[in-house]
């Protein structure tokens, strides 16, 4: 298993560079910065290598008025969807909340319709941030525990030291993450023609990785009858 000591080896070695250079500190630095990077891309293009986290989460009945809030995960990089559940704990039982537009609400209705007339069948949920608000609120005699189904994108774990595993799906090929090092440790040369030339074999390897990734998402191949012409087969 490659580690992140195999990533500083390949980046001095494509700077020409050695520890001298490329210090191990700044180098921990770079990769973090490039580990995150990779993985907003890859969730920006849809794919879901990035790591998705089911979690479930208890709701509160807010006073009369309010609305039913909770915060994301502290490991939430980003929102894939949220499932709710009023009725009971059964996972057959979980709807899909759509997001809704502060801006464009239906029927011009206010927020504070929506937390006390929204139906419980067709949950709705306004993203603010760190926090989002579910539509209707929870009231008594809805089901609270573990109401709130999420499903997110984890935070990558940053490095600390050379010794840390590359972990999936970074370990596919970790000289994704070197080539933006060299880019990062260019930069900070004041190097921007060398810079520009690693970033450019970062983002060409970043674009090859979610073409390979995103895979599931291509439609299922579909079966076609063989046409051997009028002469049959020919040899």
């Known amino acids: 298993m490659a580690t992140l000591s195999n990533v500083i080896t390949f980046s001095r070695a494509q700077a020409q560079t050695d520890s001298n250079g490329l210090t191990d500190a700044n180098a921990i630095i770079f990769a973090n ?47 894939k969807t949220i499932e709710v559940n009023y ?39 306004d993203d603010r941030g760190d926090w989002y608000e579910i539509f209707p609120a929870f009231q008594s005699g809805n089901n609270t525990s573990q109401a709130i189904r999420l499903f997110y994108y984890l935070k990558p774990t940053e490095y600390t030291s050379t010794g840390d595993t590359i972990s999936y799906p970074e370990s596919i090929d970790y000289r994704i993450l070197g080539f933006g090092v060299c880019s990062d440790y260019y930069n900070s040369l004041n190097k921007f023609e060398e810079a520009l030339a690693f970033e450019n074999k970062y983002q060409d390897r970043v674009k090859q990785y979610i073409s390979t990734l995103g895979r599931g998402s291509s439609q299922p191949i579909q079966p076609s009858s063989l046409d051997v012409g009028d002469n049959g087969w020919q040899f």
């Open 87 to 125: 009725q009971n704990t059964n996972a057959q039982d979980y709807i899909r909340a759509n997001q809704v537009d502060v801006a464009n609400l239906s029927g011009q209705n206010a927020f504070s319709y929506l937390r006390q007339y929204a139906s419980t069948q067709s949950p709705q949920f």
């Open 33 to 79: 910065s490039r580990l995150v990077d990779f993985h907003r891309q890859l969730i920006n293009s849809g794919v879901d290598a990035s790591q998705l986290q089911e979690a479930y989460c208890d709701a509160v009945i807010p006073t009369a008025g309010n609305g039913t809030t909770l915060a994301y995960p502290t490991d939430c990089l980003a929102l």
